[in-house]
């Protein structure tokens, strides 16, 4: 992924909708600040709390059963504040069609530290890989503080369908989850890097491997915490 860009990707689901069936603001607002932060936090390595947004004009509707990708990318750099522009777009999974919902620029600040280091060039994404970001709040932790395992199931899953459902442009269901092996706790406030990739094609099943990575936003140090394998199957 590229140094100072950060890429959440998630399903609207009904829980995040309003009466109407589209994402409610607030939640796109939610996924925006925390991509702003994954991206700061990426960038300088300090601990960043959100200053300011600038205005947010939200242009176009995304509906329940679409995916949202929210990109940070960091865009100006002062002493110890930033500025990360977010995009906020919405994909139809079956048709690929994409819209642009909403975008916005968020100042975060660097609470302590020295002077942040400069603007960094852009490297792409690894060829064929989903790389979904996202990070560890106390909602989804157990008594340890450390990331339930439920809740990582949840996103490996999650990731699974996506690639798979991409790759396809099918409506794809989950008929078996393999082995799934979970290596390292992940605590909270940590960075989680989701990477998807499909394995095999068959005639209407794929395959499709899930590891998902834990980052230390402070020390950058990154640790594999789970790897998956799941059976898609299009109806
Ligand atoms: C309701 C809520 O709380 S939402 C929750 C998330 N946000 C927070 O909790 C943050 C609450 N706010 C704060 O804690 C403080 O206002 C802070 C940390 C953002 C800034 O306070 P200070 O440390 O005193 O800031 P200070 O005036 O020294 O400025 C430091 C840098 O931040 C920048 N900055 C501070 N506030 C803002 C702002 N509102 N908009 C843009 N830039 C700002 C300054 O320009 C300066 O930039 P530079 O170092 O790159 O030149």
Not at 40 to 65: C, E, N, Q, Y
Request: net charge neutral.
């Amino acid at each position: 992924m590229m140094p100072g860009v950060v890429r959440l990707i998630d399903m609207v689901f009904p829980g995040d909708t309003n009466h109407h069936g589209t994402l409610f603001g607030g939640v796109a607002l939610a996924h925006m600040d925390k991509v702003a932060f994954l991206a700061a936090s990426r960038h300088g390595r300090a601990p960043f709390v959100t200053a300011a947004s600038d205005r947010i004009d939200f242009a176009a509707p995304a509906l329940k059963g679409e995916l949202i990708e929210a990109t940070g990318r960091v865009v100006r750099v002062g002493t110890r504040s930033l500025d990360v522009e977010v995009e906020l777009v919405a994909e139809a999974l079956l048709s690929g069609e994409r819209r642009l919902c909403t975008r916005g620029r968020f100042t975060l600040v660097a609470r302590e530290g020295g002077p942040l280091p400069a603007l960094a060039p852009a490297q792409a994404d690894p060829e064929g890989m989903l790389v979904m970001a996202d990070m560890v709040f106390p909602p989804q932790t157990n008594h340890y503080g450390t990331l339930f395992g439920g809740d990582a199931l949840r996103m490996l899953g999650k990731a699974a369908f996506i690639a798979s459902t991409r790759d396809t442009r099918k409506v794809m269901v989950m008929a078996a989850s393999e082995r799934i092996d979970f290596t390292t706790p992940i605590r909270e406030g940590e960075m989680i890097e989701l990477a998807a990739r499909v394995t095999m094609r068959g005639n209407r099943s794929q395959r499709v491997r899930v590891e998902l990575w834990a980052e230390d936003l402070l020390s950058a140090e990154r640790r594999r915490a789970a790897s998956a394998e799941f059976v898609m199957v299009a109806t």
